[in-house]
């Protein structure tokens, strides 16, 4: 036997009771007669102590222990005389009787505490000694729970957790697709799937009514910041809703996960349309942990003189409050040229200042202060607060506007730890028109459903028509996050045929990607709808951070790379050669 | 709203109430003034009535209406003049108001019942409509709770899931691995897991202290009868724990598991080694339901001058009881056929009755009647039992025999529905010689540490040595079927680099597939050990099932394929230029 206890359990009670622990060696302290190690194990810490007057050979043993060595030691409970009030098991030590090294341990290359000193990519190719870090371990267990929780609410909601296969057929979309050669039909691939979405719509059209799983999924793109070539969503579909019933219930979801992880307690999410959250944030996942509504200038800043705004298509600012002492004129220059960082593109940056002075600002030749105190108005400005005003063409300057919001709300503090502002944003456009292409994308997916009023349109509009269609479709953001989206799904095969059409599908192409779809729809489905939460993100966000990184057990890097094992690596040429493939030739390694 | 009840809740206390209800039309009737349709979702069947004096126009849309459409109507709940007794909603019926269809359907190319009328192949191509039959919806809906109950139990007993990844690295049993190319390194593949093995021991290095998962994993190997390339295997891992910590965790997870879903009390686990296993039922998964223990004759059969035992390796038989009178010369004659197929290969059967008319046998001329008494005592025989026996090489008679018991067992009705007979089989081999190769084989895997009491042995020993070692590993088996497999690891870096030695891995070989994992054991490797279900198979056989093709959404046939999104399939030119590899000029398609 390895242990009587886990290192978290013993208390004052258990004094005097011979116990065997398990664990690894965390610290280690000399003095004088007496030798102090920390034991460690997932659950916590225990003291051990050898004393030089009990037993001299002992405590020399245990004297020569390095960091991580794992031992199992056999002693007795005893009270401490200076107990640690921050350990729940402060209150004893253990006098050892007996120790056993069952592993050895070379001096790891980085510490195992919660500000260690080692680099990204040391940790990750050492990610075993990573893992034993008591800030990795909570985050690998948070998203245990998480998942359990997950499981359990919506099962609690009739829903059935389905296993689709991995092992599918490549999209339209194959750029994309990561992709697996058969032995079997040689010269035939598989690919992993991007979500189960055809999957779960089958099974709707099966008569399952309420599926869910929380499934990887796989996408081989260029990796930027904080993606994955795996990721994992919560992935959901219903029949026989509407796009209220999936809001409650998913907000439910939502509400249910953040009470049982976190102890929070959500007030119900407040809606937005797209058209709004565009206009007033200049993003489809606005913040609302802070305010800063854009007010639009164009009534009030065009016309006076002003060439810049005159011949803009939006004028459009932010009110920062108390911000107008805060910035000098140096700063304000600083800030306009991070605006003008490639990454932004702005070509400038006016300010209005409110201060006890009066007016100032960065257009005052061009408007009387009178003009400026009435945009003050529009934002509910006070003295202290500084307008920040952005113009150009409408989608662009609404976009840069939205960067500058967040900014500001960094640098005021107005992202607040602990602070959950979600949100669901409703009625997307279905279809962007692409210039380069000359052709439609769906925003959101080739199967979603156009809101009811628009299927008439949809189904004989002209061109210009296609561009106002509006999607049931649907966000939910956390924080300025999107957690999840999903739509209300086309079930009806003429209206599928005729979106994919709109797509640039020819015939021939759906029905070879998806003919088994079309036909389902003809054989009963079922109206439905659905949602995935991207549940990587999900962990991160309810832990106020911004890595997903650090909610995955074995992460790759940006070069989709595991640095622990080293893969991908080349392959046998036998292999290739059962595959029925060759490296081209350039690609030999 | 679609509806305010679901088609399996409406009960005699609801009459009067207006409600509203979507579902398909399982069947109609016409009884000339009104049509019954029975409505069907997955949780239930309604009965809906149209009456031609009530709303004639009505009535007249609902007698037009196909199998499998799919229907909203709203309707008055009102009492049934006959019941249905075997129907949970049999005491009433739904006077319809109004009726929406939804969808419509196509005639169906098979019967949506109990008993289809479709074969397995148009099943598989048209699985939605296959997956709304009530029978596999239950296997569906059972493999979702069986998985629910396993989270919930082992989360309980401080077990975290941890997501392993699905892009890993390719192994030297690498013939089976599916690989996937990578884009972003090109000419470099990724393999997707076998199962998560190394990974799992990781986490154990890392300090996770118990790791569960439920998990896809997958092998690229010629489909037998009941394999998927595709699988998924509920995967455990555990520190500082022995054989019988491991033993008593997962009999407790398999008896909530019985108890959960089937409401069934198991008795604790009996438990043999292997090498009795072999002696006494020829197999490493006997099936416990019947006894009909082996008995081997060499002492009692050799040296009477019947030349064919003489010259055995092992003679050895079975009694089976009251089967004297059964069998006639020409149903032994068959019997003795059915064992002379090349599956089994045995070259003769001999029997031996005892009956009131005393005992015969074919090899009565060899024996006495007093030797052939003596060998029925050894059996417990009594009058109306009779023996089979065979004889030949130890472990090829074996294996026959354990077919020859098992066939008797079927036809002797032994195997009974319901009856569930779990059993640990305890410590294989660890190695097992392959003359083929001229190397050793792991029997369970490269990583299995052998019994404490032959560590010494390994490191030490010759050849011959090699083949008695005992591996630290256990399966459990349940009825015959192996459910699960595992072992203790080894955690020691040197007895790793033996058994890979032994295995036949250069150094170089070692170091570039396990590099990582042997590194990881210099750094604090705890000892662990851990086992792995078959969660498809663990399905099927709680519901007294042999196929697992039954608890699987969405199978795929004998080559592999997807019948239904008919896949694997080409890919375009482009993503192979992408991926930098050619299909060979013969496997181009």
Same mark, same amino acid.
Request: proline share 4%; aromatic share 10%; charged share 30%.
């Given at each position: 036997m390895y242990r009587t206890h886990k290192c978290s359990e013993l208390r004052i009670e258990h004094v005097g009771q011979e116990v065997t622990l398990s664990g690894w060696l965390a610290t280690s302290r000399d003095l004088g007669g007496m030798t102090?190690?920390?034991?460690?194990?997932?659950?916590?810490?225990?003291?051990l102590l050898f004393n030089m007057d009990d037993d001299a050979d002992?405590?020399?043993?245990?004297r020569k222990l390095g960091r991580e060595f794992v031992l199992r030691i056999t002693g007795v409970v005893s009270e401490r005389s200076s107990k640690n009030p921050n350990r729940p098991t402060g209150d004893i030590e253990i006098q050892?009787?007996?120790?056993?090294?069952?592993?050895?341990?070379?001096?790891?290359?980085?510490?195992?505490?919660?500000?260690?000193?080692g680099g990204d990519d040391l940790r990750m190719k050492y990610r075993y000694l990573d893992l034993r870090r008591d800030k990795v371990q909570k985050n690998i267990i948070f998203r245990s729970?998480?998942?359990?929780?997950?499981?359990?609410?919506?099962?609690?909601?009739?829903?059935?957790?389905?296993?689709?296969?991995?092992l599918i057929k490549s999209t339209p979309e194959g750029a994309r697709d990561f992709v697996v050669p058969s032995r079997m039909n040689k010269g035939q691939f598989y690919a992993l799937p991007q979500s189960p979405q055809t999957f779960k719509q089958i099974l709707m059209v099966g008569g399952l009514d309420k599926y869910f799983q929380i499934v990887k999924c796989f996408r081989d793109e260029d990796l930027r910041a904080d993606r994955q070539p795996e990721f994992t969503q919560i992935d959901c579909e219903m029949s026989f809703v509407t796009q209220e019933d999936i809001l409650n219930t998913f907000e439910g979801l939502t509400k249910h996960l953040f009470k049982a992880t976190l102890g929070k307690e959500l007030g119900d999410f407040p809606r937005m349309f797209y058209d709004d959250a565009m206009k007033l944030y200049g993003s489809d996942k606005p913040d609302l942990r802070f305010d800063m509504q854009f007010v639009e200038l164009n009534d009030v800043a065009k016309g006076k003189g002003f060439g810049v705004f005159d011949s803009a298509e939006l004028v459009v600012g932010i009110c920062a409050k108390g911000q107008?002492?805060?910035?000098?004129?140096?700063?304000?220059?600083?800030?306009?040229?991070?605006?003008?960082?490639?990454?932004? $593109?702005?070509?400038? @940056? /006016?300010?209005?200042?409110? +201060?006890?002075?009066?007016?100032?600002?960065?257009?005052?030749?061009?408007?009387?202060?009178?003009?400026?105190?009435?945009?003050?108005?529009?934002?509910?400005?006070?003295? $202290?607060?500084?307008? @920040? /005003?952005?113009?150009?063409? +409408?989608?662009?300057t609404r976009k840069r506007l939205n960067e500058l919001r967040l900014e500001?709300?960094?640098?005021?503090?107005?992202?607040?730890e602990g602070d959950f502002k979600p949100l669901w944003v409703l009625d997307f456009p279905l279809l962007e028109w692409d210039e380069d292409s000359n052709r439609f994308h769906a925003m959101h997916h080739p199967f979603t459903s156009p809101k009811k009023n628009d299927v008439e349109r949809m189904l004989n509009g002209d061109h210009e028509t296609m561009k106002a269609l509006r999607a049931d479709a649907y966000d939910l953001v956390i924080n300025g996050v999107e957690i999840g989206g999903g739509s209300i799904r086309i079930h009806d095969r003429e209206l599928q045929s005729k979106n994919f059409d709109l797509l640039g599908f020819t015939k021939e192409e759906a029905e070879a990607q998806f003919g088994f779809l079309l036909g389902a729809f003809e054989y009963g489905a079922p109206p439905h709808g659905g949602i995935a939460f991207g549940f990587d993100r999900l962990c991160a966000v309810l832990n106020g951070q911004n890595s997903i990184r650090d909610f995955i057990a074995f992460p790759k890097n940006n070069q989709g790379r595991d640095m622990m094992i080293d893969a991908p690596s080349p392959i046998h040429g036998e292999q290739l050669e059962e595959l029925g493939i060759d490296l081209k030739k350039e690609e030999v390694v």
């Amino acid at each position: 036997m390895y242990r009587t206890h886990k290192c978290s359990e013993l208390r004052i009670e258990h004094v005097g009771q011979e116990v065997t622990l398990s664990g690894w060696l965390a610290t280690s302290r000399d003095l004088g007669g007496m030798t102090f190690i920390d034991l460690r194990d997932r659950y916590g810490i225990t003291q051990l102590l050898f004393n030089m007057d009990d037993d001299a050979d002992l405590c020399g043993r245990a004297r020569k222990l390095g960091r991580e060595f794992v031992l199992r030691i056999t002693g007795v409970v005893s009270e401490r005389s200076s107990k640690n009030p921050n350990r729940p098991t402060g209150d004893i030590e253990i006098q050892v009787k007996t120790l056993e090294v069952l592993n050895a341990a070379k001096t790891p290359p980085f510490t195992i505490e919660e500000n260690t000193d080692g680099g990204d990519d040391l940790r990750m190719k050492y990610r075993y000694l990573d893992l034993r870090r008591d800030k990795v371990q909570k985050n690998i267990i948070f998203r245990s729970n998480l998942a359990l929780e997950t499981r359990k609410y919506l099962t609690s909601q009739d829903f059935v957790e389905v296993e689709t296969p991995f092992l599918i057929k490549s999209t339209p979309e194959g750029a994309r697709d990561f992709v697996v050669p058969s032995r079997m039909n040689k010269g035939q691939f598989y690919a992993l799937p991007q979500s189960p979405q055809t999957f779960k719509q089958i099974l709707m059209v099966g008569g399952l009514d309420k599926y869910f799983q929380i499934v990887k999924c796989f996408r081989d793109e260029d990796l930027r910041a904080d993606r994955q070539p795996e990721f994992t969503q919560i992935d959901c579909e219903m029949s026989f809703v509407t796009q209220e019933d999936i809001l409650n219930t998913f907000e439910g979801l939502t509400k249910h996960l953040f009470k049982a992880t976190l102890g929070k307690e959500l007030g119900d999410f407040p809606r937005m349309f797209y058209d709004d959250a565009m206009k007033l944030y200049g993003s489809d996942k606005p913040d609302l942990r802070f305010d800063m509504q854009f007010v639009e200038l164009n009534d009030v800043a065009k016309g006076k003189g002003f060439g810049v705004f005159d011949s803009a298509e939006l004028v459009v600012g932010i009110c920062a409050k108390g911000q107008a002492t805060e910035y000098s004129n140096k700063d304000i220059k600083k800030l306009t040229e991070w605006m003008q960082r490639p990454q932004i $593109g702005a070509k400038g @940056l /006016v300010y209005v200042k409110f +201060t006890a002075d009066g007016v100032k600002s960065s257009v005052g030749k061009f408007y009387s202060d009178e003009d400026l105190q009435a945009w003050g108005k529009l934002y509910g400005a006070e003295e $202290g607060d500084m307008l @920040l /005003v952005l113009s150009g063409e +409408t989608e662009k300057t609404r976009k840069r506007l939205n960067e500058l919001r967040l900014e500001m709300g960094r640098r005021m503090g107005l992202m607040k730890e602990g602070d959950f502002k979600p949100l669901w944003v409703l009625d997307f456009p279905l279809l962007e028109w692409d210039e380069d292409s000359n052709r439609f994308h769906a925003m959101h997916h080739p199967f979603t459903s156009p809101k009811k009023n628009d299927v008439e349109r949809m189904l004989n509009g002209d061109h210009e028509t296609m561009k106002a269609l509006r999607a049931d479709a649907y966000d939910l953001v956390i924080n300025g996050v999107e957690i999840g989206g999903g739509s209300i799904r086309i079930h009806d095969r003429e209206l599928q045929s005729k979106n994919f059409d709109l797509l640039g599908f020819t015939k021939e192409e759906a029905e070879a990607q998806f003919g088994f779809l079309l036909g389902a729809f003809e054989y009963g489905a079922p109206p439905h709808g659905g949602i995935a939460f991207g549940f990587d993100r999900l962990c991160a966000v309810l832990n106020g951070q911004n890595s997903i990184r650090d909610f995955i057990a074995f992460p790759k890097n940006n070069q989709g790379r595991d640095m622990m094992i080293d893969a991908p690596s080349p392959i046998h040429g036998e292999q290739l050669e059962e595959l029925g493939i060759d490296l081209k030739k350039e690609e030999v390694v």
